[in-house]
């Protein structure tokens, strides 16, 4: 211990503090400042980023004492005085805000970039300064927009989320965005409870193995440990899943991935716990390992799951329409490539974070207070088992938890915290479980923090896949056949896999209509991490390759692309490869002629050269339902509370997540126009199981339409009783759907989009930049057009970063990418210019006309993509991610595809058509 | 291999922020290895966190001694204490006129917020093959001054370098105190180059500098290349050099010197950087213009 002084935000702190500590550890922990977040501690992510001396710097790597003497400022001290600074104020205007865990950090940075620049900053400026500061939301737009603004001193009107009477259609800010901008907002890990211990997690680090032994005397032994729990200590059922139980919450048998969970501790801190971690002594028998999807489904691979019938197979999923043999027949042009897709990471900038609290947790015994802000105001109480979560799905994560300590789903709460971030990847369970059992084991709370390291171990990815596509045509260009066969690399649990490839299988033929469609897919269990729910679902797989597929057909037949695509394009009275006619809402064909007539505007050229440079442009369209479907009951239910006087005070409660797409805004704002009241005076409380009813899960682009649709019809319910104090449920269900193979409607809505890439390739490096991306969205209505722009800039620079420059590397199941440092999501340096066209075809069953608009804004971009690097090169790109290095040595020896993406060692295999039999 | 999930979290025990030379050498004697110099941090600090080094009882940061957090002009030589971080040297009015190799290599290091803390001493110091500073200042032909308990001396940069990672200088009882360099003159030029692959890893595939003299006839009096990695520690092309002096500085000869450094370094193939044929694609495109780009400084009188 040494005394640390410093000035921070303006005023002077001397504290004791031990000498090892970072900057970030000293702001959050003994100053209390959680406005600073931590995403990756490896100087990475810039998240963490504070000024000392008026200089950036990422507080994570910056030892506390190298602070000594100097002058910090952090998030807090912005708005010390209550009024916001002009970049806070500008980041709410351009909804620059979403998840939020970036916001501090990337406003910190930009305050300094101000102070130093002033008004005549530019947006180059811009990029060179924020170039390490990293948001997966938004795709920086909104964030160079409110930067421009608050250093122009620009006022935007038309913001005012407070007084809005009719406020569906409107660009409101996210009603969270406030807190999240000044430092206040809470996530998971800024909670703190008296008497709380921390939590870590013996990893297995090996991909499968039997399990021979587990020795935690050690562990049990050290100073400080109060509990270490293996499977024999599961006191109910020890799996869990999503769709099949098949992942153990303590390992009991074997391992079947390098991040299996084998024994969980809790201590007195979390450097007690790491150490206590290492102690555990497990042995083991190490099997054959199976890491890719093919290989997996050979004769005797080693098998991830004995008990099963299939061997690894963990579902064949089939779509079937017409006769494909005859639609071949009577094609002039058959198209017929193989395509390969990465393993993908999330890289939500918040690692998970849970926080289990023993039933009957009594703050006081700890020398605490109870602290009411942390758990929800007046609701207040500790009397079950409850955990602090930011999940994508409240409720799964109660039952589950329920499930493993042997209880029912009622003795357990959920409280959702917000989510820095989730795309998919915090649907499945992570420390939910070893949090409730620690809490219950030792009585005190139990926090536990994935690093970022772990996170990248754990938790699910978006499935590889290897795509074979098969398309017919007349020379016309009207489609008879589109065969397709997919292999999807589940890894070691099932997760959402079979949902997600279901997805990619029906998807498959793209938004188009065939009379004759066969897609055969084969999920197959591996010793990788497991693939789950990914932002666009399995059709971000298929998409790429249909899409692909098409251009190179257009070629063929000497077609326009956009021609051809328009000529074959889903819509109202066309049938899906499914079977499903249409009725209404397909506004594919307006989305095409938006993308098409903007891209061809004054001067266009298909392609063209300058110095060392390639331009060219790519189109590519997709289609992605609304909702579960395929037969799952898709409901939600909400509750609206009305207090009539002098102002009326709405309250609504639904049980769904926010991740930063601005669901309480949405949820408001229907509420608000139903009740005819201002938006500001309705507040939305979400996630908290015992208060808030359940609202589904936050995936498939279902909660605007789901949930809107509940908290509408609960308001309207609530405006026709004119009592002071009126109280609704509304139970909704959405249109029924039928299973896949019946026919009929499996969706009850589908959004529509179309794309288009402008790409640069620098024939010097093969590197490639898009520089601009016309996009246009049919989404039915677009609720709230701030959000929407958000939501599409932010989906197609992830997208973008899944075609350039992400993968996530496993060598015989184990990972490469095990750092933030192997894994390069798209910075501000990478973002391009995007023009959003918004097509509104209504739905008739939807809230307002609305459908979903998550996550198909990420689907077609790869496709555009890779088609505009085929026009400015010659080159087909077969497998992404796209790799410079590939790319030039095909341009320069005069391949025409590239079959090898970014880490790929082997060559892309042979798929025969059927699979194999 | 077994996977390790977590970071390590072993850390030291005390943080020494020394002001003088005297103070910090006192520190690091007492602690006789146990101590360890650091700079900025930023990479030291990252690997610590993930357990690459051997644990120490102490850190000795070196970026609050008086004096060394400046650039100064003495005797001929442009100095840079071990202080001066990457953002510091980029900003330089005298190092982006008289040292432009250096303020182009140090600016394209990390991002902001790590050249914002990182120093060019700690990227020498880390003696990691294409450090990019390391890269600029050895083409410059750049000095570095070391002091222990027996004084301080200075040595040519080159001969400090070991291997990957490993200096000359021992950082548990040694620091680097200062850098520094001839700043260009009349007729001299210099320049910088770095390719990234933005995929995967965030380490450069081929990093180069060079400094050129002309004569006044145009001719090329004195050429430093320098380059990483193409081996285990910073490569200095002397046979690609001896090609260049004495000729015209034209394409041609630049083309011509490219092709004996490639001949005389074996590039490698890395499973996650770059293949072999790459990065001598790279070396063959971006060699010859960064010569040429040195070379119109010359000219125009400029470095």
Known sequence: MRKLRMTLNGRPVELDVDESRYLSEVLRGELGLHGTKIGCNEAECGICTVLVNGTPVSSCVYPAFKAHGAVVETIESLSANGELHPLQQAFLDQGAVQCGICTPGMIMTAKALIDDKGASLTEDDIKTALKDTYCRCTGYASIVRAILQAARGEVRVDSDSTTATSPVGRPLPNPNARAKIDGSARFTDDYTFAGMLYARTKRAGVPHARILSIDTAAARGLPGVHAVLTHEDVPGHNRHGLVIDDWPVLCDDKVRYAGDAVAIVAADSEEIAAAAVELVEVDYEELPVVDDALAAAESGAPLVHEDRNDGNLLKHIQVDKGDIDAGFAAADAIVDRTYRTQSAEHLFLEPECSIGVPAGYDPVEFGGEVDAAAVRGEYARHDKTTIYVGSQIPYQDRNQAAAALGVEPDSVRVVATLTGGGFGGKEDITGQIHVALLAEKTGRPVKMLYSRQESLLVHPKRHPTVIRVRIGARSNGALTAVQATLYGDAGAYASLSEKVLTRATTHAAGPYESPNVKVDCFAMYTNNAPSGAFRGFGVTQSCFAVESTMDILAGQLDIDPVELRHANALDVGRTTSTGQELRESAGLRECIDKVDSDMRGTGFRWHWEEGNSRFAWGTAVAYKNTGLGGGAPDKASAEVEVWRGDETRVEVRISSAEMGQNLPGVLAAGAAQELDVAVGNVRVLLGDTDYCPDGGPTTASRQSFVSGNAVRLAAKEAAADEADHVLVRYDYEAPRTLPLGEGGDMHFAFSFAAQAALVEVDMKTGEVHVRKIIAAHDIGRALNPLTLRGQVEGGIVMALGYTLTENYIQELGKPWTRLMARYKMPSITHAPEIVSHVVEHAVSTGPFGAKGAGELPSIPTSAAIANAIHRATGVRVHSLPVDQDELLRACTSGADRVELGWGDLEPIPHVSLGGET | ?303
Request: hydrophobic share 40%.
């Open chain 2, 1 to 303: 291999m077994t996977i390790v999930a977590q970071v390590s979290v072993q850390r030291w025990q005390h943080y020494y922020t020394p002001t003088t030379v005297a103070e910090a050498i006192e520190i690091l004697t007492r602690y006789d290895g146990e101590a360890r110099v650091v700079g900025g941090g930023t990479d030291l600090l990252v690997e610590t966190r993930r357990g690459l080094h051997k644990p120490v009882s102490a850190m000795v940061d070196v970026t609050h001694i008086e004096g060394l957090g400046e650039i100064s002009i003495e005797d001929d030589y442009i100095i840079i204490g071990c202080g001066v971080t990457h953002s510091q040297i980029v900003r330089n009015e005298h190092i982006l006129k008289r040292g432009s190799c250096l303020a182009e290599s140090c600016g394209v290091i990390g991002g902001p917020q790590v050249r914002n803390v990182g120093t060019l001493a700690g990227n020498v110091a880390h003696a990691l093959p294409a450090g990019d500073g390391t890269i600029g200042l050895l083409a410059l032909g750049g000095e570095i001054e070391v002091t222990d308990i027996d004084g301080a001396r200075w040595l040519p940069l080159q001969e400090s370098f070991r291997g990957p990672g490993k200096s000359f200088i021992d950082r548990y009882r040694q620091v680097l105190t200062r850098l520094r360099f001839r700043p260009t003159g009349a007729g001299e030029g210099s320049a910088h180059h770095r390719v990234m692959r933005p995929q995967g890893l965030c380490l450069p595939i081929i990093s180069m500098g060079v400094r050129v003299a002309l004569d006044a006839e145009n001719l090329i009096s004195d050429a430093r290349i320098s380059m990483g990695p193409v081996g285990p520690v910073p490569y200095l092309a002397e046979p690609a050099m001896q090609v260049l002096v004495g000729g015209p500085a034209t394409a041609s000869q630049f083309a011509k010197a490219t092709e004996v450094a490639l001949q005389d370094v074996e590039l490698r193939a890395s499973k996650y950087r770059a293949t072999r044929e790459y990065r001598e694609q790279m070396v063959r495109t971006f060699l010859p213009d960064i010569l040429k780009r040195a070379a119109n400084r010359a000219r125009r009188g400029l470095s």
